[in-house]
């Protein structure tokens, strides 16, 4: 009976071994990024860009903004795929800060911004957000640190249904694709959302034109270009920070 439980013991010991093995070699080869998301972490025209030892910061050369964005990443997607659209917003005046995650899974380091919050003082308003899980995970840490930021941010995400924020004092935008994956989630989750929220639609955008990362399995075709979805979506989230910004 010890010789069978002993071998019982070991199987289930080898099957974790190989699953987890497994898993991680399956979240260590992340989607992207692309050449204009390289090409977005270079500084110039106006932009800073700083490398730090798990984040990647776009400033404006010539201001310290006093209103600042947190970004975390999707899963399985690398963090440099949101250059563009990151860099873009700060080319407006804005400091955006761009987490990267374990695995690039923001599932492991949901609080990130326990520690890129106090690294930028003369940021006096935030705004936190991500795409997809690393909307969700943004949404997690607001949901348990309400005094943290002033808004959220939701690209193509939508918050745990543990994190019910719709009496918090907060304001939030949800912006998301017309042929997103996500669409019945995020319509799901509308009643977790702080009271005012909006909801920008854009038509014919999907789930991986979020970010420049290419294909993402499961996703539906995007009715227009990765150009114009980004464009709309950087939009979309400057007219957000620039209504967070006012007194």
Do not use: C
């Amino acid at each position: 009976m010890k010789k069978l439980l002993k071998r019982i013991l070991l199987a289930f010991g080898i099957l974790f071994l190989v699953a987890t093995a497994g898993f991680v070699i399956w979240a260590s080869n992340p989607l992207g990024p692309g050449e204009a998301a390289l090409s977005a972490l270079q500084s110039g025209s106006g932009v800073t860009v700083t490398q730090a030892r798990n984040y990647i910061a776009f400033q404006p050369a010539s201001a310290e903004p006093a209103t600042g964005f947190l970004f975390y990443p999707g899963g399985r997607v690398d963090y440099r795929s949101y250059a563009p659209a990151l860099r873009a917003i700060a080319a407006r005046g804005y400091t955006v800060v761009l987490a990267e995650m374990p695995l690039s899974l923001a599932v492991f380091r949901i609080n990130a911004a326990d520690a890129i919050l106090p690294a930028f003082p003369e940021v006096k308003t935030w705004a936190l957000g991500g795409h997809s899980l690393g909307g969700a995970m943004a949404a997690r840490y607001t949901f348990t640190h309400p005094d943290a930021a002033r808004g959220l941010v939701l690209w193509a995400s939508f918050p745990a249904s543990t994190d019910n924020m719709s009496e918090y004092h907060l304001e939030a935008v949800s912006i998301y694709g017309s042929e997103d994956s996500a669409v019945e989630g995020i319509e799901a989750a509308r009643a977790l959302l702080p009271y005012g929220t909006t909801f920008v639609r854009i038509a014919g955008g999907n789930h991986a034109q979020f970010g420049d990362y290419g294909a993402q399995p499961g996703d539906k075709p995007a009715q227009i270009s990765a150009a114009e979805q980004q464009r709309q979506i950087v939009d979309a989230t400057l007219a957000f920070l620039a209504e967070l910004a006012q007194p």
